[in-house]
């Protein structure tokens, strides 16, 4: 039997070393493409900024002089923002490597699923803090945002949520053929959960079947935890859980069902 480079026993996975040298190849590939950095770093400003001028400032009793901006509007922003990122963003880069052969080379090597879809995670990641980073700086200085009662539990929602939205992504990632279906799938599952999750016009104007659906998606459990977060109130369990396993079954499925070639 001929050997290929599929079929030849592979040494030891790489350690973290190359790990990290994969994560910074790909951050400096992503930084180059300019247009690239609109989404994930531009979108949240704009996002913010608008939907800012457009709401009332009034204030919400019972929350610490927080305004609906801060209280809904943000909450949901962000977690827009993220879906959009992972689900849509993320994928097609990797969809594109697909096409162009660089995932037939690295087939050859002893880089394994994990180390390529969690190099694409990192990276993203990374963009998605600057932009969100960059939209709440905005939005402290410009509309007078209170910020979080629990900045703790803040953060580890943000992080849990980005965690399930990547994990959707590198499912999306790992079978799409081409940039474009990469692109097609995402926004169809984008959509499909800012649906059911209140994107538009707020879950509680869902029917209550659909916003019980809704409640267990990771978008609808991600701006419910992020708002129960903010205001320092107890995070619902359901929605943790409803985060925290399409996390884990996201990863699973994704390096089940990842190929290396189209």
Same mark, same amino acid.
């Given at each position: 039997?001929?050997?290929?480079?599929?079929?030849?026993?592979?040494?030891?996975?790489?350690?973290?070393?190359?790990?990290?040298?994969?994560?910074?190849?790909?951050?400096?590939?992503?930084?180059?493409?300019?247009?690239?950095?609109?989404?994930?770093?531009?979108?949240?400003?704009?996002?913010?900024?608008?939907?800012?001028? $457009?709401?009332?400032?009034?204030?919400?009793?019972?929350?610490?002089?927080?305004?609906?901006?801060?209280?809904?509007?943000?909450?949901?922003?962000?977690?827009?923002?993220?879906?959009?990122?992972?689900?849509?963003?993320?994928?097609?880069?990797?969809?594109?490597?697909?096409?162009?052969?660089?995932?037939?080379?690295? #087939?050859?090597?002893?880089?394994?699923?994990?180390?390529?879809?969690?190099?694409?995670?990192?990276?993203?990641?990374?963009?998605?803090?600057?932009?969100?980073?960059? $939209?709440?700086?905005?939005?402290?200085?410009?509309?007078?945002?209170?910020?979080?009662?629990?900045? $703790?539990?803040?953060?580890?929602?943000?992080?849990?949520?980005? $965690?399930?939205?990547?994990?959707?992504?590198?499912?999306?990632?790992?079978?799409?053929?081409?940039?474009?279906?990469?692109?097609?799938?995402?926004?169809?599952?984008?959509?499909?959960?800012?649906?059911?999750?209140?994107?538009?016009?707020?879950?509680?104007?869902?029917?209550?079947?659909?916003?019980?659906?809704?409640?267990?998606?990771?978008?609808?459990?991600?701006?419910?935890?992020?708002?129960?977060?903010?205001?320092?109130?107890?995070?619902?369990?359901?929605?943790?859980?409803?985060?925290?396993?399409? #996390?884990?079954?996201?990863?699973?499925?994704?390096?089940?069902?990842?190929?290396?070639?189209?």
């Amino acid at each position: 039997m001929t050997a290929t480079g599929y079929d030849i026993p592979r040494p030891k996975a790489p350690g973290i070393r190359a790990w990290t040298q994969l994560t910074l190849a790909e951050m400096r590939t992503v930084a180059r493409d300019t247009a690239g950095l609109i989404v994930p770093i531009g979108m949240p400003s704009l996002f913010l900024i608008v939907n800012g001028m $457009a709401v009332s400032g009034e204030t919400l009793p019972g929350t610490g002089g927080r305004s609906v901006l801060e209280v809904f509007v943000l909450p949901l922003m962000l977690v827009m923002v993220i879906a959009l990122v992972g689900v849509v963003n993320m994928p097609s880069f990797l969809a594109t490597y697909r096409k162009e052969g660089l995932l037939t080379r690295l #087939a050859a090597t002893p880089v394994r699923p994990a180390m390529v879809l969690g190099a694409q995670v990192i990276t993203s990641f990374v963009q998605t803090a600057v932009g969100i980073g960059i $939209a709440t700086t905005i939005s402290f200085l410009a509309f007078d945002i209170v910020g979080p009662v629990d900045v $703790a539990a803040t953060v580890g929602v943000l992080l849990l949520v980005c $965690a399930a939205m990547y994990a959707l992504g590198m499912v999306v990632a790992a079978v799409s053929p081409t940039a474009n279906a990469s692109v097609a799938i995402g926004l169809v599952a984008f959509f499909a959960l800012g649906a059911v999750g209140g994107l538009f016009g707020g879950a509680q104007n869902l029917p209550d079947v659909v916003r019980t659906i809704g409640e267990w998606t990771p978008f609808g459990a991600g701006v419910t935890a992020l708002q129960h977060a903010w205001l320092g109130e107890p995070v619902p369990g359901s929605a943790l859980i409803a985060l925290a396993a399409v #996390a884990v079954v996201g990863s699973v499925v994704s390096m089940r069902l990842f190929r290396w070639r189209r």
